[in-house]
């Protein structure tokens, strides 16, 4: 994940001078400052004189617990208006500081410091703020209700800067009380708080104020605990976000026809959020601008059983995002494709997060799951879409939640109900649980054009439990999905099943000064039956991952499975493979391998499949980055080839300053199902200007070029677009 996956480590201090936390003692105070900082990299603001120190004295990934290879130290403070923390950065080697010019939320892989900063103090969620040595900005919301889960789509709007000095780098930041919420209330305040930087040289080095302990699941239960915030505000806590968008479309049917120019089309709408109280957010947006200026990941679309899967980027479904994610995809906002308005209400009160939002969607998309296939078919009106969350903390750690949704239009309804909940035993242990059930009605002419009842319903259970330690995790499930169960604001994609799945796995760990930083080995295996008993599939593999020095990661799989499609059980034995490694600090290489039986699902058969491919990410200099993926994927049937696929992914971007950056991409596609071929070319010419993640201006242009047998290549499609924002904080 190009997010900050760390074993990271906590903090703890007290303000005077540097302190070195330990376990045994992580309470300290905080002051606050009279003073505000110039926010310019320098540490010469009288600020930071009545700064808590806090000294970085641990790497904890991949060495356990070992002194830190350089010296860092992090300064916290505080005034009514913001939360202020800087980085002293050292060393020994400034000239091999890696401190690229890159776009927000990218340079994880560079030098940077960060905290993770939990304002609940409820050891579950948290928000990570980080910069890189060239002053890079990455923030991300961080959920550990089971997992640590990053989400790097969740933005706020703050402040920083970094230089670099003859003895490393230096960093500051200021963050708002309104970019983050916090408890209400004028009274001292309890932060649980991480500090921490990545170093990467030979390996990436992860360190922190204090030890971790990998046989307690979870960062935040570790944090050091920070007193004070006394009298903080986030002031109005109103930002107003009015967009204009404008494109032309033009298009033509042949080579020989001339463009059919469309015309210039504007529209403006308007966005804002508004802090009700510190812990509680509401969002409206009236005619959003919703549209996609980075195009989506490639993904191949052929010989597929289900429908794919595309991550949300859109900023008003990210609010208070994280807690919707339950064991089932009840909730995929994807599936709301064009709305003409929405509302939201999020926040936290006491130990209960929430999350209410209505949406009226001018496009209804129904995703059609079976046991075998499933589709996503239109639905030709309009709908109105609503999901409420609630999560409530018990306990160490343990919770208990409530998910509802709703989605009506005329002659249509779908609804979901359903609870869920997470119960730790101890640090390592734990079970979780969903329960949930469905009604649907389509209209009569849906109905019996896609072969569904016109009136389902459905439940749905899982049931999972965990152990997750320093050397060996292992998990169990029972799952059951009726054939009625529909979760159209969602994204379950296979229904009529019930099976168990579970596996284990060991891991040796290692350090900087070894040939590996890390080893694992694990078995998997699951069972699946339809509803009605007959077994659907069967799966045993066999895992390994290796992590050593120059990055490098290594994963493989040795899989034996049988399969039920259309009647007939198949039996299939693949191999799969994931590799990469840094030859420099510039350079990335990696590759993927799927080699082995699989099934040719447009004509009932087994086959032999050979896929994968190599990328590429490569920082030609600070300001120039190119990147390429190549997928290729063949599937051959009684020694003869029935297709051959390649994707090519290129992107190549130029970085004039942190705010402003220009963009290429090129998408080629091939499929050969001979003697049928079809080639499709995308382009896209992109220049990006942020002055921060909601004040924006895009200028764009991109065409499509098709092929196939009958038409050479030709550009049926072209596109001129431009998107202005500003984020308005009154």
């Given at each position: 994940?190009?997010?900050?996956?760390?074993?990271?480590?906590?903090?703890?201090?007290?303000?005077?001078?540097?302190?070195?936390?330990?376990?045994?003692?992580?309470?300290?105070?905080?002051?606050?400052?009279?003073?505000?900082?110039?926010?310019?990299?320098?540490?010469?603001?009288?600020a930071?004189?009545?700064?808590?120190?806090?000294?970085?004295?641990?790497?904890?990934?991949?060495?356990?617990?070992?002194?830190?290879?350089?010296?860092?130290?992090?300064?916290?403070?505080?005034?009514?208006?913001?939360?202020?923390?800087?980085?002293?950065?050292?060393?020994?080697?400034?000239?091999?500081?890696?401190?690229?010019?890159?776009?927000?939320?990218?340079?994880?892989?560079?030098?940077?410091?960060?905290?993770?900063?939990?304002?609940?103090?409820?050891e579950?969620r948290?928000?990570?703020?980080?910069?890189?040595?060239?002053?890079i900005?990455?923030d991300l919301?961080?959920?550990?209700?089971?997992?640590?889960?990053?989400?790097?789509?969740?933005?706020?709007?703050?402040?920083?800067?970094?230089?670099?000095?003859?003895?490393?780098?230096?960093?500051?930041?200021?963050?708002?009380?309104?970019?983050?919420?916090?408890?209400?209330?004028?009274?001292?305040?309890?932060?649980?708080?991480?500090?921490?930087?990545?170093?990467?040289?030979?390996?990436?080095?992860?360190?922190?104020?204090?030890?971790?302990?990998?046989?307690?699941?979870?960062?935040l239960k570790?944090?050091?605990?920070?007193?004070?915030f006394?009298?903080?505000?986030?002031?109005?806590?109103?930002?107003?976000?009015?967009?204009?968008?404008?494109?032309?479309?033009?298009?033509?049917?042949?080579?020989?026809?001339?463009?059919?120019?469309?015309?210039?089309?504007?529209?403006t709408?308007?966005?804002?959020?508004?802090?009700?109280?510190?812990?509680i957010?509401?969002?409206?947006?009236?005619?959003?601008?919703?549209?996609?200026?980075?195009?989506?990941?490639?993904?191949?679309?052929?010989?597929?059983?289900?429908?794919?899967?595309?991550?949300?980027?859109?900023p008003?479904?990210?609010?208070?995002?994280?807690?919707?994610?339950?064991?089932?995809?009840?909730?995929?906002?994807?599936?709301?494709?064009?709305?003409?308005?929405?509302?939201?209400?999020?926040?936290?009160?006491?130990?209960?997060?929430?999350s209410?939002f209505?949406?009226?969607?001018?496009?209804t998309?129904?995703?059609?799951?079976?046991?075998?296939?499933?589709?996503?078919?239109?639905?030709?009106?309009n709908?109105?879409?609503?999901?409420?969350?609630?999560?409530?903390?018990?306990?160490?750690?343990?919770?208990?939640?409530?998910?509802?949704?709703?989605?009506?239009?005329?002659?249509?309804?779908?609804?979901?109900?359903?609870?869920?909940?997470?119960?730790?035993?101890?640090?390592?242990?734990w079970?979780?649980?969903?329960?949930?059930?469905s009604?649907?009605?389509?209209?009569?002419?849906?109905?019996?054009?896609?072969?569904?009842?016109?009136?389902?319903?459905?439940?749905?259970?899982?049931?999972?439990?965990?152990?997750?330690?320093?050397?060996?995790?292992?998990?169990?499930?029972?799952?059951?999905?009726?054939?009625?169960?529909?979760?159209?604001?969602?994204?379950?994609?296979?229904?009529?099943?019930?099976?168990?799945?579970?596996?284990?796995?060991?891991?040796?760990q290692?350090?900087?000064d070894?040939?590996?930083?890390?080893?694992g080995?694990?078995?998997?295996?699951?069972?699946?039956e339809?509803t009605?008993?007959?077994?659907?599939?069967k799966?045993?593999?066999?895992?390994?991952?290796?992590?050593?020095?120059?990055q490098?990661?290594?994963?493989?799989?040795?899989?034996?499975?049988?399969?039920?499609?259309?009647?007939?059980?198949?039996?299939?034995n693949?191999?799969?493979?994931?590799?990469?490694?840094?030859?420099?600090?510039n350079?990335?290489?990696?590759?993927?391998l799927r080699?082995?039986?699989?099934?040719?699902?447009d004509?009932?058969?087994?086959?032999?499949?050979?896929?994968?491919?190599?990328?590429?990410?490569?920082?030609?200099?600070?300001?120039?980055?190119?990147?390429?993926?190549?997928?290729?994927e063949?599937?051959?049937?009684?020694?003869?080839?029935?297709?051959?696929?390649?994707l090519?992914?290129?992107?190549?971007?130029?970085?004039?300053?942190?705010?402003?950056?220009?963009?290429?991409?090129?998408?080629?596609?091939?499929?050969?199902?001979?003697?049928d071929?079809?080639?499709?070319?995308?382009?896209?010419?992109?220049?990006?200007?942020?002055v921060?993640?909601?004040?924006v201006?895009?200028?764009?242009?991109?065409?499509?070029?098709?092929?196939?047998n009958?038409?050479?290549?030709?550009?049926?499609?072209?596109?001129?677009?431009?998107?202005?924002?500003y984020?308005?904080?009154?």
């Amino acid at each position: 994940m190009r997010h900050f996956v760390l074993f990271l480590l906590l903090a703890t201090a007290s303000f005077a001078s540097a302190v070195h936390p330990t376990p045994e003692n992580r309470f300290f105070d905080v002051v606050a400052t009279e003073h505000e900082i110039s926010v310019d990299g320098s540490l010469d603001d009288t600020a930071w004189s009545d700064a808590l120190e806090i000294s970085l004295d641990y790497e904890a990934d991949p060495g356990e617990n070992i002194p830190a290879p350089v010296e860092t130290t992090c300064y916290l403070t505080y005034n009514e208006t913001a939360l202020l923390v800087a980085f002293d950065a050292k060393d020994p080697n400034p000239s091999e500081i890696r401190a690229s010019i890159a776009d927000r939320d990218t340079p994880f892989r560079d030098d940077n410091c960060g905290i993770i900063i939990d304002t609940f103090n409820d050891e579950i969620r948290g928000f990570e703020f980080m910069i890189s040595a060239a002053g890079i900005q990455m923030d991300l919301s961080r959920n550990e209700n089971l997992r640590q889960n990053e989400d790097s789509t969740w933005d706020a709007i703050w402040q920083s800067a970094a230089i670099i000095t003859d003895s490393g780098y230096q960093v500051e930041m200021r963050i708002p009380w309104s970019a983050i919420r916090f408890p209400n209330g004028n009274g001292k305040k309890t932060f649980g708080l991480t500090p921490m930087r990545s170093y990467p040289r030979n390996v990436r080095h992860q360190i922190g104020a204090m030890p971790y302990n990998r046989d307690i699941n979870g960062l935040l239960k570790q944090a050091m605990k920070v007193t004070g915030f006394e009298n903080i505000s986030a002031g109005r806590n109103l930002e107003i976000q009015p967009t204009f968008t404008a494109q032309r479309n033009d298009a033509k049917s042949s080579p020989d026809d001339s463009w059919d120019n469309g015309p210039i089309m504007g529209d403006t709408g308007i966005s804002a959020r508004w802090g009700v109280t510190p812990n509680i957010s509401f969002n409206g947006t009236v005619n959003p601008d919703f549209s996609q200026v980075e195009a989506d990941e490639l993904q191949l679309q052929i010989n597929t059983k289900y429908a794919l899967y595309y991550r949300e980027k859109r900023p008003f479904f990210m609010e208070g995002a994280s807690i919707l994610n339950t064991p089932f995809r009840a909730v995929y906002t994807r599936s709301i494709a064009n709305p003409s308005w929405g509302a939201k209400l999020s926040g936290k009160q006491d130990a209960t997060s929430f999350s209410l939002f209505t949406v009226r969607d001018q496009q209804t998309n129904i995703l059609l799951p079976s046991n075998e296939h499933s589709s996503v078919e239109l639905l030709d009106r309009n709908n109105n879409s609503g999901v409420f969350r609630a999560l409530h903390d018990i306990g160490n750690g343990s919770s208990v939640g409530f998910l509802g949704t709703a989605r009506v239009a005329d002659g249509y309804s779908n609804y979901i109900g359903g609870i869920d909940g997470l119960y730790r035993i101890n640090d390592t242990d734990w079970v979780k649980w969903q329960f949930m059930t469905s009604n649907t009605e389509y209209p009569d002419e849906f109905a019996v054009v896609h072969d569904q009842q016109k009136t389902l319903t459905g439940d749905a259970m899982v049931i999972t439990a965990g152990h997750e330690a320093r050397n060996w995790t292992f998990w169990s499930s029972i799952i059951r999905k009726d054939k009625g169960l529909r979760a159209d604001n969602g994204f379950i994609n296979r229904v009529d099943t019930k099976g168990i799945d579970g596996g284990s796995w060991y891991n040796w760990q290692g350090s900087s000064d070894t040939w590996f930083t890390g080893i694992g080995v694990g078995i998997e295996g699951a069972y699946t039956e339809d509803t009605s008993g007959q077994i659907c599939d069967k799966r045993i593999a066999l895992e390994s991952s290796y992590n050593g020095p120059l990055q490098t990661g290594i994963w493989t799989m040795l899989s034996a499975n049988e399969e039920r499609y259309d009647g007939t059980s198949y039996k299939m034995n693949f191999f799969r493979l994931h590799a990469g490694f840094h030859p420099t600090g510039n350079l990335f290489i990696g590759m993927g391998l799927r080699r082995g039986d699989a099934i040719d699902y447009d004509n009932g058969r087994l086959g032999f499949r050979l896929g994968g491919g190599p990328r590429i990410d490569w920082k030609i200099t600070d300001n120039i980055k190119f990147y390429t993926d190549l997928t290729h994927e063949q599937l051959d049937v009684n020694g003869e080839d029935y297709y051959t696929v390649n994707l090519l992914d290129n992107r190549l971007v130029y970085h004039f300053n942190k705010q402003t950056f220009i963009r290429a991409t090129v998408q080629y596609t091939h499929a050969d199902y001979s003697p049928d071929i079809e080639e499709s070319l995308f382009t896209q010419l992109l220049f990006s200007y942020k002055v921060n993640p909601q004040t924006v201006l895009f200028l764009g242009y991109s065409d499509y070029i098709y092929g196939d047998n009958e038409w050479d290549l030709f550009r049926s499609d072209r596109s001129f677009f431009m998107k202005a924002a500003y984020a308005w904080q009154p």
